[in-house]
């Protein structure tokens, strides 16, 4: 929205509340809608640099690994849908957005904003900074800070009752084992569904990372939504007990995991506040899910 924005000729500063643009995440996915825009603007050489070109969408018996659903995508989706469809790191997805709006954008890192008056508008930063604006995007996530300026009070994202663990693998250690290697060679989306919950495992990174991400019942009490929460690396093991050997193997490669609260928010009647000074973006305004996914949207 930034690179665009500043593409017609606005000024655009961008607040980021970290310190820098690091290796946050795991894997996401871009699917047409987004790989569409992404080599609209020049990326596309960098997606296939960093990407995986998604080829099915493998639905498996979570007891024996049989295939109960095959969807095949790769050409099929390109032809259909005039775009790819990708496998990303979150970070690689987030340094190629950083590298096509640096040049047009005033990017500023380590600039938390904690507060918003929406009618001037302005928003004050963790430094006590001020900074003015014609116009105030939130585009702050699903513990949005401006959101609560638009709804007009305390409004905190809510538990789901589930949760996701998160863990990457390098591939080379897929690849040393004959019923693993076909997880990096088939560049699948593999989903194994289960009692419980369900596991969902693909290659990113140009096929050099193995991300899990592995679906389970949260009945924890308060908590927040985070990328970073460390998970416990045993209780994972247990949760999955007697699902396949494929799984087994998965999880004896996992040395640490992060475990990841799923939040989620009501709809809101208007994503632009009473003034029309502040409008709302993404996750802020409209949070999906993981398991529904559009995660680079």
């Known amino acids: 929205a930034a690179y665009c924005l500043a593409q017609a000729g606005h000024n655009i500063t961008i607040l980021e509340g970290a310190s820098a643009i690091g290796e946050v995440g795991a894997g996401v996915q871009a699917s047409p809608n987004v790989s569409r825009l992404l080599i609209r603007w020049g990326l ?8 995986v070109k998604i080829q ?3 639905l498996k018996r979570w007891k024996n690994d049989e295939v109960v659903g095959w969807t095949p995508l790769g050409d ?9 469809f990708y496998l990303l790191h979150r970070a690689d997805f987030h340094r190629m957005l950083y590298e096509v709006a640096e040049p047009y954008c005033n990017i500023r890192v380590n600039s938390r904003v904690v507060s918003v008056d929406p009618s001037k ?10 900074v003015s604006a014609d116009l105030i995007i939130g585009a702050d996530g699903v513990k949005s800070v401006t959101r ?8 905190k994202p809510r538990a789901t009752g589930d949760a996701a663990y998160r863990a990457l ?3 080379e250690k897929l690849l040393q084992d004959d019923e693993l290697k076909p997880l990096v060679e088939k560049m699948e989306s593999n989903i194994w569904m289960g009692p419980g919950g369900h ?3 693909y290659t990113i990174r140009a096929k050099k990372e193995f991300n899990l991400v592995m679906m389970h019942p949260d009945d924890a009490e308060g908590g927040v939504e985070s990328w970073t929460a460390e998970g416990n690396v045993d209780k994972m093991k247990e949760h999955y007990k007697g699902w396949s050997t494929t799984i087994q193997k998965l999880m004896a490669l996992v040395p640490s995991t992060l475990d990841w609260k799923l939040m989620d928010r ?3 009647p208007s994503w632009i506040h009473k003034d029309g000074k502040l409008a709302l973006l993404g996750d802020s305004c409209h949070p999906m899910l993981v398991c529904v996914n559009s995660r680079s949207k």
């Open 76 to 84: 099929v989706i390109d032809k259909e849908y005039g775009s790819p």
């Open 169 to 171: 693998i390098p591939a």
């Open 121 to 130: 508008p302005s928003v004050t930063l963790a430094s006590g900074e001020v």
């Open 266 to 268: 009501d709809p809101l």
């Open 56 to 58: 099915a969408l493998s």
């Open 148 to 155: 609560e300026y638009v709804v007009g009070g305390a409004d």
């Open 199 to 201: 596991i969902v495992g």
């Open 44 to 51: 596309g050489p960098r997606l296939e640099e960093l990407g």
